[in-house]
């Protein structure tokens, strides 16, 4: 079935550092591809998403490009804040049984350093 | 503000009572869903609901039950059969499930269950 693989955590930076979480995934047809941001105590928020191949998503700084040829959407910042501390899901839509769901990745934490 | 509601934000029970968790969205979305997330994990599918008076299980849904009576309510029953239930409980909606559905899910805040 359909899956997604995130690089585990702990990812500890120091603020203004580059970041990048790496997302690969598996699926049949033309799933969209989400990255999940959730604060600590909070549900998940939608940081940003792409529909098809080569979309590129971006929001509040992050950015993630739809690869089809490598099965990739990596999470990316130019330079972190204390306050990008979170830990962001990887996720992909789902079809099966007439149902529409969302297959997460486990998760990655990242910690800014000040 | 459209959103989706869920309360109380943590709660705490007793050993073999069973405990309803309420959710609710003014978002006039069709779907939708509960999530487990325990400590260090992902998110497991719980239940879902796809319209009014209709709901699936999901990946976990031993020990709990959940009614779809409302199109702006889903409450889960954590019931005295779930082994495990101390965890953080999410739900979600979303437009409604089409044809190879690509849409994004919209969170509530979550609850935190104690059981003890």
């Known amino acids: 079935g359909n899956s997604v693989t995130q690089m585990e955590g702990p990812v500890t930076l120091s603020e203004e550092a580059f970041l990048t979480i790496n997302c690969t995934y598996t699926?049949?047809?033309?799933?969209?591809l989400f990255w999940y941001v959730q604060y600590p105590g909070e549900g998940l928020q939608l940081l940003l998403k792409a529909t098809k191949a080569d979309d590129k998503g971006s929001n509040k700084g992050f950015e993630a490009t739809y690869r089809k040829e490598t099965t990739s959407f990596h999470l990316e910042k130019g330079s972190v804040q204390v306050s990008d501390s979170a830990v962001y899901f990887c996720?992909?839509?789902?079809?099966?049984?007439?149902?529409?769901?969302?297959?997460f990745g486990s998760g990655t934490r990242l910690s800014i350093r000040p | 503000d459209g959103g989706i509601t869920q309360s109380p934000k943590y709660l705490f029970r007793k050993e073999g009572q069973n405990v309803t968790l309420s959710c609710e969205q003014n978002l006039n979305h069709d779907a939708m869903y509960w999530y487990r997330q325990d400590p260090g994990q992902g998110l497991r599918l719980i239940y879902y609901s796809q319209i009014v008076n209709d709901f699936q299980k999901g990946d976990i849904a031993e020990g709990y039950s959940v009614s779809r009576e409302k199109k702006e309510s889903f409450p889960l029953t954590v019931t005295s059969a779930q082994k495990n239930p101390t965890a953080f409980y999410l739900c979600?909606?979303?437009?409604?499930?089409?044809?190879?559905?690509?849409?994004?899910?919209?969170f509530g805040p979550g609850t935190r269950l104690t059981v003890t």
């Open positions: 979600a909606s979303s437009i409604y499930p089409r044809q190879g559905g690509k849409d994004e899910q919209y």
């Open positions: 996720a992909l839509s789902d079809w099966y049984s007439s149902a529409s769901k969302i297959i």
């Open positions: 699926a049949t047809g033309y799933p969209s």
